[in-house]
């Protein structure tokens, strides 16, 4: 179905393509969603910040393909684009990236703000560094 | 693993459960960005706007289980909330409502925005009228 969509060579292509950071902002909005509801037991919708995203992919292994100067957004685009990337080549589904996300996402109904912010960068960037081996 | 959220007896229930709106808004929005990326063949991120949704609803049976001077705000969360509901009990799956969308969603880079909106209006009510049995 997205075969022509995902025919990337290299992270940094992927990394780079706007069409798909467009697609995985919902991807990764919706998963932190069903993530936080899991973690706090209610449902709730949640927009994840570019600074959580940013955060999360800088410190792993795949940053060092991006210009050392680049901004929390594009950097966010990045982190979004990847997800996409993953999920339309099927290397990851919705349920594993809300299992993994919940499961370190230890936050209840008095963690700030800002603390969560932390605490959520942890958990993106821990999926992403054990899905990294699904990268071109 | 979503059993506790969705226990509800019947669809009023369901379409007044704001929790399932704020999941199912994450939902609807990613479904529909993937269905305009299929229809435009380039990716694409979009959100729907609630006019689009309530218009869809209110053209189905469902829409009696409502108050007539519903405001289309609520009216678009009783959509979202179904589609959470739907998809949390496992009735339908994503790749199922982008096949539907798409489908019958015959958009190109010329179509005005207004255009587009009843065109997905359509494509939103055809899309929960062939799921209406799922329901409780």
């Known amino acids: 179905m997205w075969e022509n969509f995902v025919e990337h060579k290299n992270v940094e292509a992927i990394m780079?393509?706007?069409?798909?950071?467009?697609?995985g902002d919902g991807l990764v909005n919706f998963?932190?969603?069903?993530?936080?509801?899991?973690?706090?037991?209610y449902l709730t919708g949640e927009k994840v910040r570019d600074s959580v995203l940013a955060r999360a992919i800088r410190a792993t292994s795949v940053y060092r393909?991006?210009?050392?100067?680049?901004?929390?957004?594009?950097a966010?685009?990045?982190?979004?684009?990847?997800?996409?990337y993953l999920w339309m080549t099927e290397k990851i589904t919705i349920s594993d990236m809300v299992d993994s996300l919940s499961e370190s996402l230890e936050i209840d109904n008095t963690t700030s703000r800002k603390k969560e912010?932390?605490?959520?960068?942890?958990?993106?960037?821990?999926?992403?560094?054990?899905?990294?081996?699904?990268?071109?």
Chains 1, 2 share one sequence.
């Open 16 to 23: 780079h393509d706007k069409g798909l950071a467009k697609v």
């Open 31 to 41: 998963c932190y969603s069903l993530a936080k509801s899991l973690a706090l037991g």
């Open 65 to 74: 393909h991006m210009n050392r100067r680049t901004d929390a957004g594009k």
């Open 76 to 84: 966010g685009d990045a982190y979004e684009a990847i997800m996409a």
């Open 117 to 136: 912010g932390e605490i959520a960068a942890l958990s993106f960037q821990k999926f992403l560094e054990s899905n990294i081996e699904h990268l071109p």
